[in-house]
């Protein structure tokens, strides 16, 4: 049977559920839906409780998590839970804040940024980004960009980040801003309520943005040198991008490039109307910058300057990126004629003649296309068709049409080009497929053509164009271009093809994970391996080759040792708020004139200006939510923030579920208890029952530490301690105020202090770590450690945080758990006390920092009187009433074994405390008097009650004396009685882990018996008593204590030392306070 | 250089030892507490072993109430032995226990500032006549400030001093009162903090001498004693006669001019009216250490009082049981509890004492949840007495 209980919702009865459960040593797994404790609903319910949750030993607390499933019966329950990530680490978060100070996107409805808090006090005290999942823009893009994250950023006018961003993930922000055929945009969310954002022509705003304060971006950081070289075959857009990722990877890189431009397609395939030479040379230039070589007019193959196996000889790894530069064939008659150009090699022709005007290839565009030409037909539906097309309007050519065999819908040509196309002049003829070419002395007169309908779907997809019988026909051209597509070529290979490997299509064949061609250290991607062909898709196949490469070149063995990415997140997809399906049109893209386009090769679209690029980036629905605009990450010193986590689940053994409010399971039947959101009477009940099923175990906890002797009567000097001073900069929270390193160095001159260092972060695991390892080797006795505890107590009060409960863990100075540091630990907060308040003055808030911390220093060398006391409250429990709730109560108390003691009499007299009540009950001669630990009172009326008023002079007290319950005649009786018996049980396991250290202890030889003492404490915890050997002095009762120190502030003698400090201690720290400087 | 504790040992005696235990007999400390013997210390440092004493608790028992020394076969000093250690063991960083909270230990220390400006004249009020240029200095002590910690046991300081003005404007005596007087530091010396006496001792005979007169009265004991001998042994004569007002007012003359003035009061002293009893309370300082022991029984005499002595009266009288706000506990109880049961003893109707730490001492242990039926007496000062008498 498991003695494990899970609790799903955290409202004021979740959490009175678990505290009581896991004080009377149950485990306890606390469910909330939310990232936060007590929902996001604002509760006003104490915080202190809810911390107390997230600091309880036996209670887990599962935040975002939600109950999925319920199987087994009786008490042996499986319960499957999932957790969706805070992609926060709970461990590292200091609540700086400093993320959301940066976060671009505001969660629509909810007016938060996308990383967040609760307002006013969050439990845990952990930031949480809103991500619900990849929004769709990210998710289409096959180069990794984070899309909606760039969008924030440039709406939030931040476009240096933006471009950074960018260029994290591809080298070619310009070029994509203009060619890209942006998935994103087709996969915008923004079209369900008016059009797609225009989402590349931002990218473009940015990559060409020069508004102050704007300025070029740096390269992004390098890892150390490798001394790997690896050479790279083609410097298209995979091969430049393997240079890019591999250079920052600490790899040299050499890019070998058979033409005389750089850029692979992107220089001689896309024309320079759409992509300005410039754009190229500019991104490039970054690249060598970087440390890329790239050598050009240099052929691999077996009749060029170097083969595949000399480049293997030389270099430690080899990358093909070739592209697919041969075109395909129309395979129909008179294509042998001269008028019969292919289009991919007009347009390289076009492209290297107007880049390189002084070398031969002017004269071989002459060649291919003669000025007699006025009349052209281009065959085809892709990017290559409409870009040979407008670049025969542009050399001169009137009339120019282009013809493809299927309809509008099917063409995979990017629709605005298309536009752009007709809107030029070019006609397109669609269901129309060319035949015949017909020559005359050869020369191009005619194509003969036939009208295409529509069939059944293919293989890719797209249906099937079929020939119309009888609607042949001819067009009279001078010149028909042929551009259906391409595939590699591959005859620079040689005799090393084979070993490579080729697909049937003819593409170079590689593994699908390491991007590895047949060849050992011989890697390919890009156009070369297969469609898809598009710049972005060859970037993302060149990222994911660069990674095995990065590996091999490691040493790592493919594909087993590739690091293993994040799983990829599922696609958000939120509902659209009704005030979000506003329209806001789409930014049109201003463009030069179609005259003055056709006159030449201007670049045609103009770029946004900045009105423009902002209005068009706030039309972003901020699908995500969160961005992943990564710039929390880049913010965050703790290093809490991680995108890469990803739901998890788990399954618990669990002997009962309590369901607080509206929560819902099947399965689990008589074990499944269900309590009101508020309900917090109900809420203890519910847990007397769970104790009643599963049986709750008192045991006592060994006593963490020896009781230390207290100082006798006299002073003891300053003794000899080894102090160590360690000071949390939190980052930069505290060292951004305080100073830090002249605080530290002020402190190894204080007497005692033989060690003194400042801390990056002291509530992380390593903060600890590094203070336990200096008490080791510096042979500390006592710790300072200044940061943002106020004290080691083990409690929480309204001040506390999930922080300050982690620090105390780490340092083991609550009741269980951590690592024991055997030394001394002192807490000062200097966040809140000097770099929060005195955030507007360093030098009052480091004065003020170096007198807390000498003060407790200070408070160091005098001998420490606390010391943990653990005392078991044990004995009988004085059930006290006739009515129902006295029956339950008793009933449930004795199924755990505690002795009961049923009594209904009128009580006389009333002494005592919790562990050693003493009552006397009826009259006369029928008086008799019990002793009982604990009392639990269920009168049946407040009449009933008046009485024990009386006695106990209870005077509105009766909750604050400890051991003594009273079930509320107002309450459903059974409710109460159960609630009182769950109580009853926390408090006795209470007990057994110990009271704080500072409880009060009474040195008898002082002790004058005055019972000022006994006359004050609200508790009862502290009486005089007379001793075996016949004195009187005060005695203090352990378990009822609260460490107040009412009593020894009062004690004429000085006999009683209490709460957090001796006399002597609070002395020493208003000296040093004093004379601090 | 010389061995301090050696120079101790020579000054106070303590060679001439004789081991007999004496002290340690008659010790009401070692009544109560059986861990402490004046004899097992003297012999601890004269054996050389002086620092297992001056660390110990035991340095800071003793009451310095001179039982010891007074029936001590070879005067060895014993209180001021305990003095000097004391001073010694301040020095190596040990101190007594401090009562209530340190406040008085604070109150004393704040008064060595030199720049402390003080207005301690408040209390004087309606027919109470002073004069700047008396030749009697009335020296108020610490009345005024006890009054704040010990309201609530029902003690009221100033009324001593009021009672005090009174009775010597009643003989035609028109004192100065000092607006500026500080603590004289006893406490302190006795405590072992020298340091601090001497400032205070400095700054009170700058202005004690600042006034011109001859004669200082006081109504406390332990500030006659401290002006009168321990000024001059540790700073400076105040070159003025020193008298506790019991004293004065048992002298010949003024004794007679009481008389004179309580028969011409509406309640004469007869032999038919019922004349009231009281035990007196020797406070050491005035007793053991002045040898006054007549003064204050002939002026209760004077008012018709009837004296019924306690088993320990004048030299054996019993210490009320803490000294110089120290190291008070279940011993200082034990002690008053037994000597206020010996004054219950007696039957007497009231506790008169001339000392108000004697009275506050007892006013506080009688305030006792189990024992308060038992040893419940009121307690009386002696000036307040003939004050009331006269009115």
């Given at each position: 049977m498991a003695r494990e209980v899970l609790i799903l919702g955290s409202d004021a009865a979740g959490l009175r559920a678990a505290l009581d459960l896991a004080d009377a040593g149950l485990q306890v797994h606390l469910v909330e839906p939310s990232p936060f404790l007590g929902g996001?609903?604002?509760?006003?319910?104490q915080p202190g409780l809810r911390l107390e949750a997230v600091k309880h030993p036996r209670i887990t607390v599962w935040t975002n998590t939600t109950l999925t499933r319920l199987a087994g019966e009786g008490a042996d329950l499986r319960a499957e839970v999932r957790s969706w990530p805070r992609f926060v680490d709970a461990q590292r978060c200091t609540a700086c804040g400093d993320c959301e100070e940066v976060c671009p996107v505001v969660v629509p409805g909810q007016?938060?940024?996308?990383?967040h808090k609760l307002p006013g006090v969050s439990v845990p005290n952990i930031y949480v980004i809103d991500r619900q999942g990849r929004a769709p823009c990210t998710d289409a893009c096959p180069g990794g960009i984070h899309v909606q994250g760039y969008v924030a950023l440039i709406a939030a006018g931040r476009y240096r980040e933006a471009l950074d961003l960018i260029y994290e993930a591809v080298p070619f922000p310009g070029i994509l801003g203009r060619v890209c055929h942006h998935p994103c945009e087709t996969n915008c969310r923004r079209a369900e309520v008016d059009q797609a954002l225009s989402i590349r022509n931002l990218k473009r705003f940015v990559a060409d943005c020069t508004l102050p304060p704007f300025h070029p971006s740096n390269p992004p950081p390098f890892r150390p040198s490798t001394g790997k070289h690896v050479a790279i075959v083609g410097s298209g857009p995979s091969g430049l991008t393997v240079a890019y990722e591999l250079v920052r990877r600490g790899h040299a890189v050499t890019v070998f490039e058979a033409l005389p431009v750089v850029g692979g397609m992107m220089a001689v395939g896309i024309p320079a109307y759409r992509l300005p030479r410039e754009v190229i040379r500019r991104e490039v230039a970054r690249l060598q910058e970087m440390g890329v070589e790239i050598r050009c007019n240099t052929r691999i193959g077996p009749d060029g300057d170097l083969s595949v196996d000399d480049l293997l000889d030389k270099y430690d790894a080899v990358f093909l990126g070739v592209g697919a530069h041969r075109p395909r064939n129309l395979v129909i008659p008179g294509e042998e004629l001269p008028g019969v150009v292919q289009g991919i090699e007009l347009l390289r022709t076009i492209n290297l003649a107007q880049q390189l005007p002084d070398s031969e290839w002017p004269e071989r565009l002459r060649q291919l296309l003669p000025p007699h030409v006025r009349r052209a037909a281009v065959i085809g539906g892709g990017n290559t068709a409409i870009d040979v097309a407008r670049c025969l309007l542009r050399q001169g050519v009137r009339d120019v049409r282009v013809l493809y065999r299927r309809s509008r819908d099917e063409m995979p040509a990017i629709p605005d080009e298309v536009e752009d196309a007709e809107r030029e002049g070019i006609p397109i003829e669609f269901l129309t497929q060319p035949i015949r070419v017909i020559g005359e002395s050869e020369q191009v007169v005619g194509l003969e053509c036939v009208r295409m309908e529509l069939g059944e779907p293919d293989e890719s997809g797209r249906r099937r164009p079929v020939p119309i019988a009888g609607s042949e026909f001819i067009v009279e051209v001078d010149l028909v271009v042929p551009a259906i597509g391409q595939q590699p070529d591959l005859d620079f290979l040689g005799e090393a093809l084979g070993e490579c490997g080729v697909t049937r299509q003819g593409n170079l064949l590689v593994d699908p994970v390491t991007y590895m061609t047949g060849k050992p250290g011989v890697f390919a991607a890009g156009d070369a391996i297969g469609q898809p062909w598009s710049v972005i898709d060859a970037i993302g196949k060149g990222k994911r080759a660069a990674r095995a490469m990065d590996a091999f070149l490691r040493g790592l063995r493919l594909p087993d040792e590739l690091a293993v990415e994040a799983p990829p997140m599922p696609v958000a997809r939120r509902e659209l708020l009704p005030e979000e399906k506003g329209p806001k049109p789409r930014q049109p893209m201003p463009t030069i004139s179609p005259a003055e386009r056709t006159g030449g090769y201007a670049e045609v679209e103009l770029g946004f200006d900045e009105a423009t690029a902002l209005a068009e980036a706030s039309r972003c629905l901020s699908c995500g939510p969160c961005a992943e605009c990564l710039a929390c990450e880049k913010v965050c010193q703790p290093r809490a923030i991680d995108h890469a986590m990803r739901e998890e689940t788990a399954t618990l053994d669990v002997g009962a579920v309590v369901l607080v409010g509206e929560g819902q399971v099947t399965g689990g039947d008589d074990r499944v208890y269900h309590v009101a959101a508020d309900d917090v009477v109900g809420a203890s009940a519910v847990a007397a029952r769970v104790m009643a099923d599963l049986g709750v175990a008192l045991e006592v906890l060994p006593t963490p530490s020896a009781t230390r002797r207290l100082p006798l009567a006299i002073r003891h000097p300053p003794f000899a301690i080894r102090i160590g001073v360690f000071v949390c900069k939190c980052g930069s929270e505290i060292a951004d105020v305080v100073d830090v390193s002249t605080v530290v160095a002020q402190a190894t001159h204080w007497p005692g202090v033989v060690y003194a260092a400042p801390l990056d972060f002291a509530c992380q695991a390593e903060g600890a770590e590094t203070i336990a390892a200096a008490v080791r080797v510096h042979g500390l006795d006592g710790v300072v450690l200044a940061a943002c505890s106020c004290c080691t107590l083990d409690q929480v009060c309204y001040g506390c945080t999930s922080q300050r409960v982690r620090c105390r863990t780490h340092l083991g100075v609550l009741a269980d758990g951590g690592q024991q540091i055997p030394a001394r630990i002192e807490l000062v907060n200097?966040?809140?006390?000097?770099a929060w308040v005195h955030a507007d003055d360093a030098a009052r808030a480091t004065a003020k920092a170096r007198r807390l911390i000498a003060a407790a220093v200070a408070r160091l060398r005098e001998p420490d009187a606390r010391r943990r006391v653990v005392e078991p409250v044990t004995g009988p429990v004085l059930v006290w009433g006739r009515g129902q709730a006295a029956e339950t109560c008793a009933g449930l108390l004795a199924r755990q074994g505690v002795a009961v003691i049923r009594e209904a009499s009128q009580p006389v007299e009333a002494r005592g405390s919790l562990g050693d009540y003493t009552v006397t009950l009826g009259y006369n001669d029928a008086s008799r008097t019990v002793s009982a630990a604990v009392i639990v009172l269920a009168p049946a009326s407040a009449t009933d009650f008046a009485p024990w008023e009386r006695v106990f002079d209870l005077g509105g007290l009766a909750g604050r004396r400890p051991g003594l319950f009273v079930c509320s005649p107002e309450q459903e009786t059974e409710k109460s009685g159960a609630a009182v018996a769950a109580q009853v049980m926390a408090l006795l396991g209470r007990s057994r882990r110990g009271a704080d250290g500072n409880v009060a202890q009474v040195e008898a030889v002082r002790c004058r018996a005055c019972g000022t003492c006994e006359s004050l404490c609200e508790f009862g915890a502290i009486a005089v008593r007379q001793t075996a050997a016949g004195g009187w002095h005060a005695v203090v009762n352990a378990a009822a204590c609260t460490g107040c120190g009412t009593c020894a502030a009062h004690c004429p003698s000085g006999a009683i030392v209490a709460g957090y400090s001796t006399d002597a201690q609070i002395e020493a720290m208003l000296k040093a306070v004093l004379s601090a400087d | 250089m010389p061995d301090p504790i050696k120079q101790t040992i020579t000054r106070h005696r303590a060679y001439y030892c004789l081991e007999c235990g004496k002290c340690t007999a008659t010790c009401p400390v070692a009544r109560q507490d059986s861990g402490f013997s004046p004899r097992r210390i003297v012999e601890e440092v004269v054996a050389g072993r002086a620092h297992a004493v001056l660390e110990s608790p035991l340095a800071w028992a003793c009451l310095t109430c001179r039982r010891c020394s007074e029936i001590c076969p070879s005067d060895v000093h014993y209180s001021e032995f305990t003095r000097e250690l004391r001073i010694l063991a301040r020095e190596i960083g040990h101190q007594g226990a401090c009562t209530h909270g340190d406040t008085i230990h604070t109150w004393m220390r704040m008064m060595a500032d030199p720049a402390l400006k003080q207005n301690r004249l408040d209390w004087l009020m309606g027919d109470l006549q002073v004069s700047p240029t008396s030749d009697t200095v009335y020296w108020v002590g610490c009345l005024p400030y006890y009054d704040v910690l010990f309201r609530r046991q029902g003690f009221q300081g100033v009324d001593i001093a009021r009672a005090a003005v009174r009775v010597l404007n009643a003989l035609d005596i028109v004192p100065a009162v000092l607006a500026d007087e500080r603590c004289c530091g006893h406490d302190l010396l006795w405590q072992g903090d020298v340091n601090t006496f001497r400032h205070l001792a400095e700054l009170n005979l700058e202005l004690l001498r600042s006034t011109g007169a001859r004669r200082i009265v006081t109504s406390c004991p332990e500030c006659a004693y401290t002006l009168k001998v321990d000024y001059p042994a540790f700073v400076g004569n105040t070159g003025m006669e020193v008298l506790h007002i019991a004293e004065l007012l048992s002298a010949s003359d003024l004794l007679s001019a009481i008389r004179h003035l309580l028969s011409a009061t509406r309640h004469p002293p007869s032999a038919t009216h019922h004349s009231p009893s009281a035990t007196y309370q020797d406070p050491c300082r005035l007793g053991r250490y002045m040898h006054v022991y007549d003064a204050p029984r002939q002026l209760l005499r004077a008012l018709g009082i009837e004296i019924v002595e306690m088993a320990h009266a004048g030299k054996t009288s019993t210490c009320c049981g803490t000294s110089g706000w120290t190291n008070c506990g279940a011993t200082s109880k034990a002690i008053q509890v037994e000597r206020l049961r010996e004054a219950r003893a007696t039957g007497a109707e009231m506790l008169v004492t001339a000392c108000a730490k004697c009275q506050i001492h007892f006013l506080c242990a009688m305030d006792d949840p189990r024992l308060g039926a038992e040893i419940e007496m009121p307690v009386r000062d002696l000036i307040t007495l003939v004050a009331n008498a006269l009115e």
């Open positions: 996001n609903r604002k509760t006003s319910y007016g938060h940024t996308a990383i200097i966040r809140e006390q000097c | -």
